[in-house]
Nanobody, 117 residues
Framework: QVQLVESGGGLVQAGGSLRLSCAAS????????MGWFRQAPGKEREFVAQ????????TYADSVKGRFTISRDSAKSTVYLQMNSLKSEDTAVYYC??????????WGQGTQVTVSS
């Protein structure tokens, strides 16, 4: 089992920045990948970014490339999402996803990000 605690969401003006954090506890020693997803009202949950435990493999959705940066602190079992140049269309609930080797996956509780235009 892996327990996830997200933080860092809030209200920001367009063009501003926020940093999300997702701290994991439990069986993190078998971590394969960590990622962020988001879900806007009335829309499907969509992929935002992911990073391997080693940090060597990073992938971004086209919509956030150049604006968002995913990183991790393995010693703290924490993954971050630095979001810059925020747009109104980035408004969503952001979820952390933690994937273990063997494909067990765990989701955070979600944190609201609201970008005002």
């Amino acid at each position: 089992q892996v327990q996830l605690v997200e933080s860092g969401g809030g209200l920001v003006q367009a063009g501003g920045s926020l940093r999300l954090s997702c701290a994991a506890s439990g069986r993190t020693f078998t971590t394969h990948m960590m990622g962020w997803f988001r879900q806007a009202p009335g829309k499907e949950r969509e992929f935002v970014a992911q990073i391997s435990w080693s940090g060597e493999r990073i992938t971004y959705a086209d919509s956030v490339k150049g604006r968002f940066t995913i990183s991790r602190d393995s010693a703290k079992s924490t993954v971050y999402l630095q979001m810059n140049s925020l747009k109104s269309e980035d408004t969503a609930v952001y979820y952390c996803k933690w994937i273990l080797y063997g494909a067990d996956a765990y989701w955070g509780q979600g944190t609201q990000v609201t970008v005002s235009s």
